[in-house]
């Protein structure tokens, strides 16, 4: 059974943006087996079966929506919505 939650975490370090993370879909058990690197300061993180199952941020204070909303689409997931990336942008 999926998990159909997708929501953004982000790690600060001394008050800044340091990381971020945005879940995807998954499945109780799902680990990272393999990444991709679509654009520079995003890794998408891959189950088993090849699903996408999150996002790596690395540079959360210099990537754009449009960028993540341009890797979900490569992945044929829908957008992010404004809500879901708000503590990206307000960070």
């Not at 600060?12 to 998954?26: D, E, S, V």
């Not at 990336?85 to 960070?91: I, K």
Request: charged share 20%; with cysteine; net charge negative.
């Amino acid at each position: 059974m999926n998990t159909p939650c997708r929501y953004l975490e982000i790690t600060f370090r001394n008050g800044k943006p340091f990381a971020a993370y945005f879940y995807l879909a998954r499945q109780p058990g799902d680990v990272s087996v393999r990444t991709q690197q679509p654009e520079p300061g995003l890794i998408v993180d891959f189950a088993t079966d090849g699903r996408a199952i999150g996002i790596e941020i690395t540079s959360p204070t210099s990537i754009s929506p449009e960028a993540i909303n341009r890797v979900l689409s490569g992945l044929h997931e829908p957008p992010a919505s404004a809500e879901e990336l708000h503590p990206l942008v307000a960070a």
